[in-house]
C-alpha cells in the first residue's frame, strides 16, 4: 500500500502494519512544506524492496531507508517520486542496483549509497538526476568507475568515494570531466598508488581532498597541478611517508589552508617543500618519526596558528623554527627534548606570534627547564595540559644540580633518567 495524502497533516504517524516477514515499519513527518518518510526495520532478516512501500507518491521529498537490512531493490520500488530531494538507502545489503532503478528523481540532490556491496555501477544510473549535488558511495566494494558513469552529474558538489576497493593504477581521469564544479572529493582507505598524474585535472574549484590511509609512499604526483591552487584542505594522514623533501611538490597550493600529515612516518621535512604554502593556517605532523626541526622549518609563514608536532622523537626544539608566524596554538607533547630556549613564550611573542594553547606535557623533561616554562606560561596566561603536574605523579627528573641544563649534551643523561625513573624502562 503506498503512502498517500491522507496522512500528510500528521506529525508523525506509523503509516504501515505489514506484518510479512522482515518488511520495514514506515512513517511520515510533516516538516512544514517537506514530506519526510522514514523506514525501520522489523526484524533480522534481508528485506527485497519492492513497489508499494514508498513509491507512488510524489509529496515526498526526503526518504530515509538507513540500515533496513535491504538486500535487493525491485526496479520499480522507487516509482513516481517525483519530487524527491533526498534519497538515503546507507548500512544495507544492497550489492546491484539496475539500470532505471533511479531514473524519475529529476529533483534529487542528495544520494547516500555508503556502506552497501556495491562493486560498480551500470552505466546510464545516474542520468536522470541533473541536479544532484551530494553523492556518498563509501563504504561499499566498488572496483572500477566506469568511463561517462557521472557525465550527467554536472552540479555535483560533493563526492565521497572512501573505503572501497579502488586502485590508483586503474582509475581514469577523465571520470570527472563533466563534474567540474566538484569542492570536496575523498579517496580516502582505497589504494591509490600508481593513480594518473592529471587525476584531478577536471576540477576547477576543489576545496577538499582527502587521501587519508591510501596505502602512498610518495606526495601522489597528481597533487602537482596548477588547477589545484582553489585547495583549502589536504589530508594525506596514515599513509607511509618517510620525508617531505621536495620543493615541487606542493607548489600549486597557494590557498592551502590545512595541512594533515599525521600518522605517517617522517622522518624529515625540508623547509622549502612547505615554503610555497603561503596561507596555510594548520599543519598536523602528529605520530611521525620527526627527530630534528631544522631551524627555518616555519619561519616566517606568516598565516601559521596551529601546529602539531606532538608524539614525535624531536630531540632539540629551536625558537627560531616558530619566528615570524602567527602562532596560537603549538603541541609539542610527547617528544624526547630534555628543555626549552629560556623565555620561550616571550621570543615567540616579540617575532609576533601569540600562543594561547601550548602542550609540552610527556617530555623527558629536567625538572629546573620545565618549572621555568610552567612559569612563564602561567604569566602569560596561555593554557596547558596540567593534568598531571598535580605532585603525585613523576613528570621530571633532575641531579644534584636542580638548574636548567640549556645544552644539547646534557640530553641523553636526563632522557635515561626520565625513561628509566618515570617511565620503568630498563636500560642497557
Known amino acids: 500500500m503506498p503512502l498517500t495524502k491522507k496522512c500528510h497533516s500528521c506529525h508523525l504517524v506509523t503509516l504501515l502494519f505489514v506484518f510479512v516477514k522482515a518488511t520495514p515499519k514506515c512513517g511520515i513527518t510533516n516538516e512544514t512544506t517537506e514530506y519526510h518518510v522514514t523506514c525501520t526495520p522489523t526484524d533480522n532478516y534481508n528485506y527485497n524492496l519492492q513497489r508499494g512501500l514508498v513509491s507512488d507518491n510524489n509529496d515526498t521529498t526526503k526518504l530515509t531507508l538507513r540500515a533496513c537490512r535491504i538486500g535487493e531493490v525491485d526496479f520499480e520500488a522507487f516509482e513516481n517520486l517525483y519530487s524527491l530531494k533526498y534519497l538515503d538507502v546507507s548500512q544495507n545489503k544492497i550489492s546491484e542496483l539496475k539500470l532505471g532503478v533511479l531514473d524519475g528523481m529529476s529533483e534529487l540532490n542528495h544520494l547516500n549509497l555508503s556502506h552497501n ?237 601569540m600562543l594561547t594553547k601550548f602542550y609540552f606535557n610527556q617530555n623527558p623533561w629536567q625538572c629546573g627547564c620545565l618549572r621555568n616554562l610552567l612559569d612563564e606560561v602561567k604569566k602569560f596566561n596561555i593554557a596547558y595540559n596540567g593534568v598531571m603536574y598535580d605532585g603525585k605523579h613523576p613528570i621530571c627528573v633532575t641531579t644534584n644540580e636542580v638548574f636548567c641544563k640549556r645544552h644539547d649534551t646534557f640530553n641523553s643523561l636526563y632522557t635515561e633518567l626520565y625513561d628509566r625513573l618515570v617511565l620503568g624502562l630498563k636500560i642497557y
Not at 552540479?155 to 581514469?172: C, F, M, P, Y
Open 117 to 353: 556491496l556495491l562493486t560498480g555501477f551500470p552505466l546510464g544510473l545516474f542520468d536522470q538526476m541533473p541536479k544532484l549535488n551530494d553523492l556518498d558511495l563509501s563504504g561499499n566494494k566498488i572496483r572500477t568507475l566506469e568511463l561517462g558513469i557521472f557525465d550527467t552529474l554536472v552540479q555535483l558538489n560533493w563526492i565521497d568515494l572512501s573505503n572501497n576497493a579502488l586502485n590508483g593504477k586503474d582509475l581514469t581521469p577523465y571520470v570527472f570531466d563533466q563534474s567540474t564544479r566538484i569542492t570536496y572529493i575523498s579517496y580516502e582507505r582505497n589504494n591509490m598508488n600508481g593513480a594518473p598524474a592529471n587525476l584531478l585535472h577536471a576540477f576547477e574549484d576543489l576545496r577538499t581532498l582527502n587521501l587519508d590511509r591510501c596505502l602512498l609512499r610518495d606526495v601522489p604526483e597528481f597533487i602537482r597541478a596548477s588547477n589545484l591552487k582553489t585547495l583549502r584542505e589536504l589530508i594525506l594522514s596514515t599513509n607511509q611517508f618517510k620525508k617531505i623533501d621536495d620543493a615541487s611538490t606542493l607548489i600549486y597550493l597557494d590557498n592551502l589552508n590545512t595541512l594533515d600529515l599525521s600518522d605517517n612516518i617522517i622522518e624529515t621535512i625540508d623547509p622549502n617543500s612547505i615554503k610555497p604554502l603561503k596561507k596555510l593556517k594548520v599543519i598536523i605532523l602528529r605520530r611521525n618519526k620527526i627527530t630534528t626541526l631544522p631551524d627555518t622549518l616555519f619561519k616566517d609563514m606568516k598565516s601559521l596558528a596551529n601546529i602539531d608536532l606532538s608524539h614525535n622523537q624531536i630531540e632539540s626544539v629551536p625558537v627560531n623554527a616558530f619566528r615570524g608566524t602567527s602562532l596560537k596554538n603549538l603541541n609539542l607533547a610527547s617528544n624526547r627534548f630534555t628543555y626549552l630556549t629560556d623565555n620561550f613564550c616571550l621570543e615567540l611573542r616579540n617575532s609576533g606570534a
